[in-house]
């Protein structure tokens, strides 16, 4: 066997995964089938609020094909209630969140009975025969009119809307000083409000759970990003023992944050199956996944920035209504929290303060979502430091280079408390902007400027950073999270010298196959091919804690890593005992033990043999190399880089057009260069797509109108730009690999790069902002002199690309 | 209604409800769950297949409409164990993430490739609008297929990958 020699880490590997992916020998939860399987179709709220004051399913349960029906009431023992791991604070309040409404539905879309059949379609046909009578309750769509004093309420028994009130101050925390005395003392102030919209994960493949009960263990394949949570949480919530349930997450198509969630769906098919002694299946269609899978963002973000007039930013205060929904979903208190720590960004603040309430509203729940707070938090900061250089007359890149965090003084630790490790914004700025002509642009926007050119230039700035490796568990801990953020891994070398390496991470379209079977095969020195990655099902990956937070390469390959050193030790022992001499004599690479100083050799894969055969292994070594790791870091990784967008706008119908991108991410070590630009291309096209295309719109009475995907506008091929990407590398310090993880990074840089463009092209009209997403009606009618800011121009479904469609949003 | 259809090659002949998509005949009585359904308005074009040997959303066909019909599916592309070429060229190029759109998009880029045999960025843009992707952010898609229309010229050699092997 030949050891490989060019290092594997580095290389522009195709992926392992393509081959099933595209010939179509694929297992999406969708395909599979058991024998005997019964299919379930779920009856959900046409409104918003209300009491349920009577169902009557008779008509349904004699419907052709139908098993059997079930109402909230008949499983509310058996479902118990939805988890929800993350009370931000102690006094936090929370309904009950049953799977099947009860006796009330608090959002349009929520499921108030299960129909189990023989065939899919005479499961969703008996849907049309049950009978539910409604008692309207007010609905509560507006964030801020929710926690006025005598608002209606969500959840009655509460008293209040208003879920938790979370709190961080520099000054109380002594990692700064006190905000209202900047703000006190300012030369120049910025206050704005700002909208962040609601958006849907939208990943592609719509979820689907199958629950098996006919076995030892009862199996559920679901189309989820976190297997093992899913089996803790499902045994939680059912009481079904934890070691009898297996959980598998075979083929999963995309999740973004959507499909980090513990459903209703999940529960009823758990429940409903184990009740019937029958497997059953549930694929949603894509409009009750837009509908009723969780939804992301949602707040309304009211900030002041002070400064002095030299441009030194001085203080920052932060007040954030954050949209729970109706109710608290897996995550959903903690994602606003996320972003609590990001708002001061790059910038050296001497004062800050976050608060935000956590506010209950009649919509679906809100969850996480590709960058989940940190997004938000981005796009508020870059924009007042666009809305700072324009008040300042100043350069926004100029500006932001004299507040950010320069290259020599890092480690740094932020106002937040936050220590960056490394990181180098000149760097990946100047490199950015030569790659994006900046000044060339610039000269240009004069010219059309002074010109009066119909079509304007606009230029946008984002230089982000963000928070990953969602991990450290002291730090999750910390702030009330219900879990830790270790990773397990094992390494388990074969007889024939293949390896198989289990992960608890959960790949979902990320490319972990490929990615830790580089790693490995650097580590052991063997061939990439004979490396097989096993995940995303509990029996053979049994531990874990999944994918999202781009935390998978931080913390999930750095586990791998440290099972991989532990299977050499162990391996070493036995090459020493092999060829007689000390375990210090040997040194190990390219896959080989070596006697320092002389040829004799011999390759772990032979030592891998010679532990099978067990006939000669020294004294009260077990016959065995097969190791397993959990990683927990001490710190978070902080990727950042620089974001440039310029676009044309077009002031006579509002029309924007994206022109150039140029982004240059510092990810740290890079393992494989196709899959870290192919994940900053797709983060970039979901920040475009809230920036331009992109928002969750009801009605005035609480109906989701962006419900199909012909009004929830996803960009398809013709919206997006093509992109310039670049990166600069400076290793992390927080793990071994020097890895900092790209999974969100495109999504949570570009959305303010995109809406300052915007802006930018249209300032000189008097517009100092306009509403996600800048859709042509809202651009118009900032250029024309309406109402611009949170408050402003109602929402639109499918606006985005110019529909025509203006059925007006009540929030 | 008793249709019967040839799906990569294969012929079948089966009981239809006359209501019955035909993405639901290929993938629930046929077994081809290789092509798949994103959504319920025929907006996404995962479904993609060559009815015919023009593509189609197979969620906006009824499986009757498709008796005697002809179809291909991506499990019907690869011949003699050798990938399609644009099959190869998705995969050279990184086309693809969690796969979910890659049976559709594929379909859609070979009918695109037989209509315009040299497209620029644009017209593959334009050419695979009724197809939604929600990982790549469609940067590589485009060049999968302007890869593939090289790799298809008469006479040409294959064209190099970006990545270093495959
Ligand atoms: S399933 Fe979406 S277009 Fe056919
Ligand atoms: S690769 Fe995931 S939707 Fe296209």
Known sequence: MTATVEPEVGKARLRKEDARLITGRTRWTDNLTVPGLLHLAFLRSPVAHARITAIDVEAARRKPGVIAVFTGRDLA??????????????????????????????????????????????????????????????????????????????????????????????????????VEQAIAEAEVLVERT?????????????????????????????????????????????????????VIAPDVGGGFGGKLQVTPEEVVALVVATRLGKPVKWTESRSESLLSAHHGRDQLQKLTLAARRDGTVTGLKVELLADMGAYLRLVTPGVPILGAFMFNAIYKFPAYRFECTNVFTTKTPTDAYRGAGRPEATCAIERLMDELAAELGRDPIE????????????PFTTVCGLEYDTGNYEAATAKAKEMFGYDQLRAEQRERRERGDTVQLGIGTSTFTEMCGLAPSRVLGSLSYGAGGWEHAAVRMLPSGKVEVVTGSSAHGQGHETAWSQIVADQLGVPFEDIEVLHGDTQSSPRGLDTYGSRSLTVGAMAVLKAGEKVIRKARRIAAHMMECAEDDLEFTAGKFTVKGTERATAITDVALAVFAAHDLPDGV????????????????????????????????????????????????VVNPIIVEGQVHGGLAQGLAQALY?????????????????????????????????????????????????????????????????????????????????????????????????????????????????????? | MRITVTVDGTTYTDDVEPRQLLVHHLRETIGKTGTVVGCDTSNCGSCTVHLDGQSVKSCSVLAVQADGAEITTVEGLARDGALHPVQQAFHDNHALQCGFCTPGMIMQSIDLLADNPDPDEQAVRHGLEGNLCRCTGYQNIVRAVQDAADRLKPGSTQAQPVGSES
């Open chain 1, 694 to 811: 992109e928002e969750a719109v009801h009605d005035e009475s609480g109906t989701l109108t962006t419900g199909t995907l012909a009004d929830y506008l996803i960009p398809s091929a013709v919206d997006l730009p093509h992109f310039d990407t670049d990166r600069t590398e400076t290793p992390a310090t927080s793990n071994q690999l020097g890895v900092k993880g790209v999974g969100e990074a495109g999504t949570i840089a570009s959305t303010p790069a995109v809406v300052n463009a915007v802006v930018d092209a249209v300032r000189h009209f008097g517009v100092n902002d306009i509403q996600m997403p800048c859709t042509p009606m809202r651009v118009w009618t900032a250029i024309n002199g309406g109402p611009t800011d949170a408050g402003g121009l109602g929402t639109e479904a499918g606006g985005g690309l110019g529909s025509i469609d203006t059925s007006g949003g009540a929030a």
């Open chain 1, 622 to 669: 077990e016959p065995s190399l097969d190791s397993e790791a959990t990683f927990d870091p001490d710190n978070f990784s902080f990727p950042h880089g620089t974001h440039l967008c310029a676009v044309d706008v077009d002031t006579e119908t509002g029309f924007v057009k994206i022109r150039k991108y140029v982004c240059v991410d510092d990810v740290g070590v």
């Open chain 1, 194 to 246: 700002y909208r962040q919209q609601r958006l849907i994960p939208a990943f592609m493949e719509p979820r689907s759970v199958l629950v098996d009960p006919t076995g030892e263990q009862t199996t559920v394949w679901s189309a989820t990003q976190i297997p093992h949570i899913l089996r803790l949480m499902l045994a939680l919530t059912t009481g079904t023992p934890e070691h009898k349930l297996r």
């Open chain 1, 77 to 178: 023992e058996a479902q118990g209630s939805l988890p929800c791991a993350w009370p931000v604070t102690a006094d936090q309040k929370a309904p009950p969140a049953p799977s099947l409404a009860v006796d009330q539905v608090n959002f349009a879309g929520e499921a108030v009975a299960v129909v189990v059949a023989r065939g899919k379609a005479q499961a969703h046909d008996a849907l049309e025969a049950i009978d539910v009578d409604y008692e309207d309750l007010p609905v509560v769509l507006d964030l801020a009119a929710a926690v006025a004093d005598g608002a209606d309420l969500v959840h009655p028994d509460l008293g209040t809307n208003k879920s938790a009130h979370w709190v961080f101050d520099s000054a109380e925390a002594g990692t700064g000083s006190d």
């Open chain 1, 399 to 410: 500006l932001r280079e004299q507040n950010w965090i320069k290259h020599d003084e890092f």
